[in-house]
């Protein structure tokens, strides 16, 4: 009696956790100097889940991921040997045929139609709370620094809520940058994984044997 009591109780408390919202929290910072000399940096969490990243002139890149405030996972990119990468000496034809039939992968599985109606449907379960983003620039060209300004004018005038764009503009003649992004929302990861076992279990195109 015991046992079927706490198996209730964990199946009613995972029909629970399935509609309570994760936070998704995002923020990224940049910065660069006449000099040259530049400066990133990051981090997100979701849930449990946090990452952090930073890199510099100079300065190797590196990340961590965190899981309920501890540490789980770090690296510096520059630890492991750089493998250069061979070119790609394909032609445009055969990049374009790589393409084509690559989308003719996905329709023997999905119709990329459905797809796309699945997805866009699917913001239900991510609500966008505030995404901003707020720059400081300034150029040695005064007229790049006047175009500039008027196009993130224009831009923040047609964005809907919550995205907003905010700038901050130095008439002086250097060049010289400052980003700042920040995103928070509110996602429903299970039932975003139930839609998509639903969509997968109505959509999904058995391939014939031959």
Do not use: C, N
């Amino acid at each position: 009696m015991i046992w079927l009591l706490v198996a209730a109780g964990l199946v009613l408390g995972f029909v629970l956790w399935s509609f309570v919202p994760w936070r998704l929290e995002l923020s990224i910072q940049g910065r660069g100097a006449p000099d040259g000399t530049w400066v990133l940096g990051g981090g997100g969490r979701f849930g449990p889940v946090a990452l952090s990243a930073a890199a510099a002139r100079g300065v190797q890149p590196r990340a961590q991921a965190h899981l309920f405030g501890r540490t789980v996972w770090q690296r510096s990119l520059g630890d492991s040997d750089k493998q250069q990468s061979e070119p790609d000496e394909r032609s445009l034809e055969e990049r374009l045929e790589s393409v084509t039939s690559g989308y003719s992968r996905l329709e023997r599985w999905f119709d990329p139609d459905a797809l796309v109606s699945f997805a866009l449907e699917e913001r239900r379960r991510v609500r966008v709370q505030l995404a901003q983003a707020h720059v400081q620039y300034s150029f040695a060209d005064v007229a790049t620094t006047g175009k500039l300004m008027a196009a993130l004018y224009v831009l923040s005038g047609v964005l809907p809520p919550p995205l907003l764009v905010t700038q901050d503009v130095s008439w002086e003649s250097e060049d010289r940058a400052a980003l700042d992004l920040s995103l928070e929302a509110r996602v429903w990861p299970l039932l975003l994984m139930f839609d998509a076992l639903w969509f997968g279990v109505r959509h999904i195109k058995l391939i014939k044997r031959r």
